[in-house]
């Protein structure tokens, strides 16, 4: 069996009981757009597939915060698998540092691997999967839909953000809004432009049915 292969399994066994909006279902998402967009660049399309496949594979929302836990579960199962030193090092490399919340201490000049799996996990927080995911995760949160005494924050503010209670509509103003514009690739940037579209119009129509 090929790495990737193995890695399949071994993200699917791993993530058999996880939340839906973090499951293997979202990896395998993520995998699919990042294989498309990686077709369309130069780059390492191997390192693009693990990355993609492990980006996930222990969420420090669930760790008590704890980002250290997915590098070293990866670590260990890479250096069960057949590949160099510098390859389980671009591939922890990647998945450390695909996060939204991180992105401002990464900068902008990324390697092509880590901008091909960021703009692929971003694609499913958008659109109507992103909508899905969304509502899936303000539910296990228990917080309100929307609130009209809070205005939408339009900017990522954390300050701004704990005045909002958290709503799940202003999630979309605090991040899922700002997404399409961050996007790296042309390929990510072309397949935003509906998603973000389709999120704009939900929202219209939301509020319109608020009303
Ligand atoms: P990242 O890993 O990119 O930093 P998160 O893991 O925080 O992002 O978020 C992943 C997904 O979980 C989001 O795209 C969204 O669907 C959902 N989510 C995260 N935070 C919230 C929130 N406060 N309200 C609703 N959904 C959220
Ligand atoms: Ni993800």
Redesign the pocket.
């Given at each position: 069996m090929s790495i990737t292969e193995n890695t399949i399994q071994f993200v699917k066994e791993k993530l058999k009981n996880a939340e839906a909006?973090?499951d293997w279902f979202h990896i395998e998402r993520v995998y699919k757009n990042a294989k498309k967009i990686a077709a369309e660049e130069d780059c390492d399309t191997l390192l693009v597939e693990i990355s993609a496949l492990l980006h996930?594979i222990a969420?420090a929302?669930f760790h008590n915060g704890d980002e250290n836990i997915a590098l070293e579960i990866s670590r260990d199962f890479l250096e069960t698998q057949n590949c160099t030193e510098d390859f389980i090092i671009d591939v922890l490399y990647s998945i450390k540092n695909?996060?939204?919340?991180?992105r401002e201490e990464v900068g902008d000049n990324i390697p092509i691997e880590l901008q091909i799996i960021q703009d692929a996990?971003?694609l499913?927080?958008i659109g109507a999967i992103?909508i899905a995911?969304?509502?899936?995760?303000?539910g296990f949160?228990n917080?309100l839909l929307y609130d009209p005494e809070i205005l939408p924050v339009t900017k990522f503010n954390k300050e701004e953000y704990k005045k909002s209670n958290?709503t799940?509509i202003?999630?979309f103003y605090?991040?899922?809004l700002l997404l399409k514009d961050m996007m790296h690739t042309e390929k990510g940037k072309e397949m935003a432009e509906k998603r973000h579209q389709f999120m704009l119009n939900f929202l219209d129509e939301f509020l319109a049915e608020w009303d």
């Open positions: 909006g973090h996930d969420d929302k695909i996060s939204f919340k991180n996990d971003r499913d927080a992103g995911r969304t509502f899936h995760f303000g949160k917080n958290g799940t202003n999630h605090e991040k899922l």
